[in-house]
């Protein structure tokens, strides 16, 4: 397991840098549910990510595990997060070992690789995340995938109301 930085040293990076906005980069994730808008920059060897995930069906859900460890604050908003596990290098996973819900102001940790989750936005959610370098080179990416970026305009919007939600504006 790397040493991930904390809170404090994720959020006071972030307040130095919001208003950069290009120092910013930005990602639509929307060829699967839940659809999400993802501005990032980084941190040494850490990406730290701002995401909106838009409200979907559990049945629409993508399944998946991530390839780094992560940690996650939701800063607004209400998610299901359904939990499995499946050894590197298998593709079937054993879902639904736990269902776990968070709302404002919860968060979690994941440095497991053979941990797969399912997030089921109820309402809009904003979020923050900070992950290492890859350690899976199983796990799915959005690497190549010629995903679209914001807008400038959209990128701008985005992070003003992560302003608002860390109580910078």
């Known amino acids: 397991m790397m040493g991930l ?13 919001i208003n950069h906005t290009e120092r910013w980069d930005s990602l639509v994730v929307n060829r699967r549910k839940p659809y999400t808008y993802r501005a990032f920059i980084y941190h040494g060897p850490y990406r730290i990510c701002l995401h909106r995930f838009d409200p979907c ?13 992560s940690r996650i604050w939701l800063l607004d908003g209400f998610y299901e997060m ?20 968070y709302g404002e102001g919860n968060g979690y940790e994941s440095f497991n690789p053979e941990f ?16 290492g370098p890859r350690i899976n ?14 807008t400038d305009l959209d990128l701008l919007s985005h992070l003003d109301r992560f302003k608002k939600l860390l109580l910078l504006d």
């Open 5 to 17: 930085p904390k809170h404090q040293e994720v959020f006071d990076f972030i307040r130095e840098n």
């Open 57 to 69: 069906e559990p049945e629409e859900a993508f399944f998946h595990r991530h390839p780094w460890d």
């Open 82 to 101: 359904v939990v499995g596990h499946c050894p590197i290098g298998e593709e079937n996973p054993v879902p639904l070992l736990k269902t776990e819900f």
């Open 116 to 131: 797969w989750h399912q997030v089921i936005p109820h309402t809009t959610c904003w979020s923050v995340m900070v992950n």
């Open 137 to 150: 080179a199983g796990a799915p990416t959005t690497d190549g995938k010629d995903l679209d970026k914001m």
